[in-house]
């Protein structure tokens, strides 16, 4: 699954050909014309769906917005998003030698396809009287540890400021959106300042244009998508020997798996714009502040003692931990994870982290671990919420009474993604309240509880909250699926 701190639909990824089209066709056998017809009614009457004569077999119908499909064996329930307006709109299903089995199910209808490596198969979704163009592509594998590469980093935590990832935000800091825009670019710093003096001069590039005509406005979600996708991609991406710009093919594709990889489709113009700026001479000359910003990170976010907490708590958890951070990241924040050959990988893309002189140490450590604790902490709701999936839909699905609509909250369109944003931040006051003194703790919550209510529209969060302490508070050894039934009761009465 992807996680950020944004909904986003999970789907597999995409690229190929076609292939031969397999839909259920409605039954015509023993049946003459008149009775065909009487029977074709029928059905729109009982599923309330436009049925045609489906001789057009690219043709799937529904009448309900989310559709289940199967890849295989595994299941992904009501999980894909009927969106006439994407053009086309692409599921990706990862392919090796074998070929794979791909099947919608709509309410009234299914369509089951087989895919191999490198096949592109199109068809329309008939919603309403809206047509939704889609494709299935069959790609690579998007990840590949080796038996080496897990030996290399099972059990490790590492932070890092990654070069290609530092061009991405430089290159997002210069663009006409990336200078207002104090989310995605941290303008307060004379890194900030310095990168300004050094890489405006070069904003007339081709890539400034191309970024400008997909980052089109402040707080616009679509233009969050392609930010996303640049940054969380260029991660994939290192310099070789002839200073292009290369996938390393360990994690091939390391943005939301519903977006397109820019970076990717612009590569060429990123390494032409490194070469004529010169940035990795800039990169060479700021690399013992990279450094500092390292170690004073692993000072706040002490990962080991997060990861050991959330997996007694959980009882599962994860082979790595990678932050990769920039200076010039605002509060854009994003989590992906990763599995192949029995090893998982959890990714977070974060801002920095800074002491306040208005705090003392363990507050300061408070604020800035909250940031990667709840990137980290999705990977483990997540999964539990996975399994109340009814009653999260159920209790949550008055969407106005939880979340005050607006920038900050329309990306968790659905209930799953409002209830998972609660309760990740809410599980980190019990982090807080096991690991830092009563009243250093206190002080963090109210500052917490403020941020989410005031500053990001979660509405009900300070008495979510609340409640989830004086839960944990009375039984410290209560389990998660335990806590989440008490949240749920709770929250059904609301």
């Not at 594709?253 to 990123?270: D, L, R, V």
């Not at 990795?280 to 170690?295: E, G, I, V």
């Not at 800035?368 to 990977?379: A, W």
Request: charged fraction near 20%; proline fraction near 3%.
């Amino acid at each position: 699954m992807q996680y950020l701190s944004v909904g986003v639909k999970n789907r597999k990824v995409i690229n190929q050909q076609a292939n031969k089209i397999k839909l259920k066709k409605t039954p015509m056998k023993n049946f003459n014309s008149l009775m065909y017809l009487i029977f074709t009614a029928l059905i729109v009457k009982l599923s309330a769906c436009k049925i045609a004569n489906k001789q057009q077999t690219e043709l799937l119908y529904t009448n309900v917005e989310k559709m289940t499909y199967v890849i295989d064996q595994d299941t992904f329930k009501n999980q894909w998003t009927v969106m006439p307006d994407v053009n086309p709109d692409v599921l990706t299903v990862e392919c090796d030698q074998k070929p794979r089995v791909v099947t919608f199910i709509s309410n009234c209808d299914t369509a089951s396809f087989t895919i191999n490596l490198h096949d592109t198969i199109r068809f329309s979704v008939l919603f309403d009287k809206d047509t939704a163009r889609t494709i299935i592509v069959g790609i690579p594998r998007n990840v590949n540890f080796s038996d080496e590469y897990i030996r290399l980093h099972n059990g490790k935590h590492e932070v890092d400021v990654p070069e290609v990832h530092e061009l991405a935000n430089i290159l997002v800091a210069i663009s006409k959106v990336g200078q207002i825009d104090s989310n995605m670019v941290n303008m307060t710093t004379p890194y900030y300042t310095a990168v300004l003096n050094y890489f405006m001069p070069f904003a007339s590039h081709p890539i400034i244009d191309s970024l400008n005509k997909k980052i089109v406005a402040k707080n616009d979600e679509m233009s969050y998508w392609c930010y996303y996708a640049l940054k969380m991609n260029a991660c994939a991406y290192v310099f070789d020997e002839h200073d292009q710009i290369v996938n390393k093919g360990i994690i091939r594709h390391m943005g939301f798996q519903n977006a397109a990889n820019p970076f990717e489709k612009w590569s060429i113009q990123i390494a032409d714009f490194a070469l004529k700026s010169n940035f990795r001479t800039f990169y060479k000359q700021h690399q013992s502040y990279y450094d500092s910003l390292k170690n004073t990170y692993k000072i706040l976010n002490p990962i080991e003692k997060m990861q050991n907490w959330l997996e007694h708590k959980f009882g599962f958890g994860y082979g790595n931990y990678t932050v990769y951070f920039s200076p010039l990241v605002g509060g854009a924040h994003a989590t992906q994870q990763f599995e192949d050959n029995g090893f998982k990988q959890t990714v977070m893309f974060v801002s920095m982290a800074e002491v306040s002189p208005l705090h003392n140490m363990n507050v300061n450590e408070m604020l800035e671990s909250r940031v990667v604790f709840t990137e980290i902490d999705h990977n483990f709701v997540n999964l539990v919420s996975d399994t109340f999936i009814k009653d999260i839909n159920k209790v949550f699905a008055q969407r106005e009474k939880w979340v005050r609509k607006g920038f900050g909250t329309d990306a968790y369109n659905n209930p799953y993604a409002v209830f998972n944003e609660y309760m990740t931040w809410a599980y980190f006051s019990l982090y807080c309240i096991d690991n830092f003194p009563e009243k250093d703790v206190k002080q963090m919550i109210d500052k917490m509880e403020k941020q989410m209510v005031k500053g990001r529209n979660f509405i009900k969060f300070d008495v979510f909250n609340q409640e989830l302490i004086k839960q944990y508070k009375a039984n410290p050894s209560i389990k998660p699926r335990q806590l989440y039934e008490a949240m749920l009761q709770w929250a059904a009465k609301q």
